[in-house]
């Protein structure tokens, strides 16, 4: 009996190269197209990384979309209870799934949105992939060179 060679057998068993993530927050002054979000996230974007602008009632929408889409931006924080109830339902969705696809997640956490990761992502099976990576204020926020450091270091 002849047996198939191994580099064949790698081939058709192998899984496929998984991709990173980012979790960034929706905001009035951080989004797609704004200086800010552009020199931040230019330090880390790379052909194998997907980016994700959260909200409170669409829960995660790819950059791609924010931009087709600026409107979204006048109701992306909504905190009626209903709408982040919405927000939840798909970033669980999208945790749910997630590993398959990822090897690494990384969220910016700040703002009103954070409420919605927090209760979709807890217990997920995309938790174990999660590393938060905190915007603080006293350390310039979006601007500090605390949070360039720890987002270059996260996402490698």
Do not use: C
């Not at 600026?70 to 982040?84: A, H, K, M, R, T």
């Amino acid at each position: 009996m002849a047996s198939a060679s191994p580099s064949i057998l790698d081939g058709l068993f192998a899984r496929p190269t998984l991709r990173r993530a980012l979790v960034v927050p929706v905001l009035a002054g951080f989004r797609p197209g704004v200086s800010l979000y552009e020199d931040l996230i230019g330090l880390v974007r790379k052909p194998d990384l997907d980016i994700f602008g959260l909200t409170t009632g669409f829960g995660l929408l790819t950059e791609d979309r924010l931009l087709q889409h600026p409107e979204i931006l006048g109701f992306s924080n909504d905190l009626d209870p209903e709408v982040q109830l919405e927000g939840v339902i798909r970033t669980r969705t999208w945790a749910d799934s997630a590993p398959d696809e990822y090897r690494r997640i990384a969220l910016l956490s700040y703002g009103p949105a954070m409420r919605v990761w927090s209760d979709a992502v807890g217990g997920s099976r995309a938790a174990p992939l999660v590393t938060i990576v905190p915007v603080s204020k006293n350390q310039g926020g979006f601007r500090g060179n605390a949070l360039r450091r720890k987002l270059v270091r996260t996402m490698g």
